[in-house]
Antibody
């Protein structure tokens, strides 16, 4: 059974870079049937899609975060990572890593679909 | 961006009764080439990550009880819990994956009356 283990600091200072890594176990990150994704949930609020990455390195990012987001994949370690730069208090949230179905979509061909496996989530607080 | 709007924001239903949650997208999420609706439903309980319930608007994820069903097409979708159980108390979200950025509804809280 595939599991996702999230690691990274729970506290980040304003203007610094948030870095999270998700380790995949029980499956391969090089699966052609899946993307890997990041979703966040600010305190008391709903879900916000951050973006997805394919094992080949192709990415989809939320436009409003695109200038600050970098996602990467390390197939040798079966890990994928998120970096969010210049963080502010508005970036305080529970961050989830996820496995996403790869589908054939109308806009881009091979595209991320629904999330079928979620990591447990980690709370990241931006504060000095 | 495609805006997903759920209604109601919350509902209270007696045990054994039907619960219905609506989700409306600001543009169609039906792809005519394959006749599929690019819509999923998730359930989230306090302190837990969301759990996939339904994808392609009406396909139940493995292990999801058959009292939970999804329907709809185009821009209007419904999640139905035919006979509410205590275990169904949660927040429910719809999500479109027709295009990026993927977007979620604001969530609907289901409680026991």
């Amino acid at each position: 059974q595939l599991q996702l283990q999230l690691s990274g600091p729970g506290l980040v200072k304003p203007s610094e870079t948030l870095s999270l890594t998700c380790t995949v176990s029980g499956g391969s990150i090089s699966s052609s049937s899946h993307f890997w994704g990041w979703i966040r949930q600010p305190p008391g609020k709903g879900l916000e899609w951050i973006g997805n990455i394919y094992y080949s390195g192709s990415t989809y990012y939320y436009p409003s975060l695109k200038s600050r987001v970098t996602m990467s994949v390390d197939t040798s370690k079966n890990q994928f990572s998120l970096r969010l730069s210049s963080v502010t208090a508005a970036d305080t949230a529970v961050y989830y890593c996820a496995r996403v179905d790869a589908t054939w979509g109308p806009a881009y061909g091979l595209s991320p679909g629904g999330v079928d496996v979620w990591g447990q989530g980690t709370t990241v607080t931006v504060s000095s | 961006d495609i805006v997903m709007t759920q209604s109601p924001d919350s509902l209270a239903v007696s045990l054994g009764e039907r619960a219905t949650i609506n989700c409306k997208s600001s543009q169609s999420v039906l792809y005519s080439s394959n006749n599929k609706n690019y819509l999923a439903w998730y359930q989230q309980k306090p302190g837990q990550p969301p759990k996939l319930l339904i994808y392609w608007a009406s396909t139940r994820e493995s292990g999801v009880p058959d009292r939970i069903s999804g329907s709809g097409s185009g821009t209007d979708f419904t999640l139905t819990i035919s006979s509410l159980q205590a275990d169904d108390v949660a927040l429910y979200y719809c999500q479109q994956y027709y295009t990026t950025p993927q977007t979620f509804g604001q969530g609907t809280k289901v409680e026991i009356k």
